[in-house]
């Protein structure tokens, strides 16, 4: 159960990953769709559109971690207390923390993304996707190493 | 229904205060409640294992603060929250920045609060 659940939280990570990865490079670097180059194409999306599926995923993710938080706390961490793997229970302590900041900028960032609020701070929406781009690759990352040291069902 | 004026108070005064509170209450292991996974026990408040078990005994009931502390963040953010949409715009001239700012900076004082696990 776990397991699948586990599998269910990567999915919907990867695809968080994707569209905040699309749309934070199409705010700091919007370019022309019909450019040559895979990485212009890949910056050229309509990034207003990922927002909605930004948040959507983001709880979704959010949501599947703290389930599975639970058996990570009695099964996973006296494993890697046990070997001493202190440095990945630091990265993974960071990303819930990163995770928790990120649910409180989600309001703001809707806000920011909104078609009928334009005038809301350029700035601010760069800043906030840049943020949550930043989570979502930390988190990925810390919980793929975690994933990688325990493994499934060992 | 809120005025967009409102709204953007609102939503920036809630990132911020979001941010502030959970350092906070992370530096200061405040939690509104406590989980104890392996036996399925709520309990208000902060509850350390090794303050009602013996310490060696401990990794028998892990306790888990970071929901306790999500929680005490979002209800005082909320308040705060509502509290900046009543007040008028003018008082609230750097929100464009705190927005972003604050919880920038509150991830790098998370990260100063982890260091303690780099140092064993």
Known sequence: MMTALLILHGFVAVALMGAITHQALAVCASSDARAPSFFRRFRAVPAAAFANAVIALYLLSALLGAIAYLSFKTDIQPFLERNRHWHALGFFDLKEDFIAIGLGILPAYWLCWRQSLPDHGGQARVALTVILAFIVWWSFLAGHVINNIRGFES | ?120
């Open chain 2, 1 to 120: 229904m809120m005025s967009a004026p409102a709204l953007r108070r609102f939503t920036f005064a809630y990132a911020t205060a979001f941010a502030v509170i959970f350092v906070v209450v992370r530096a200061y292991g405040l939690a509104l409640f406590t989980v104890y996974p392996a036996q399925g026990v709520v309990l208000m408040g902060t509850h350390r294992s090794r303050d009602v078990v013996a310490p060696a005994m401990g990794f028998l009931a892990p306790e888990m603060f970071f929901y306790g502390w999500v929680a005490y963040a979002a209800i005082g953010a909320l308040v705060v929250a509502m509290v900046a949409a009543l007040l008028p715009d003018r008082w609230f001239p750097l929100w464009r920045w705190c927005v972003w700012a604050v919880p920038a900076t509150a991830m790098i004082a998370c990260v100063y609060l982890t260091l303690p696990w780099f140092r064993l």
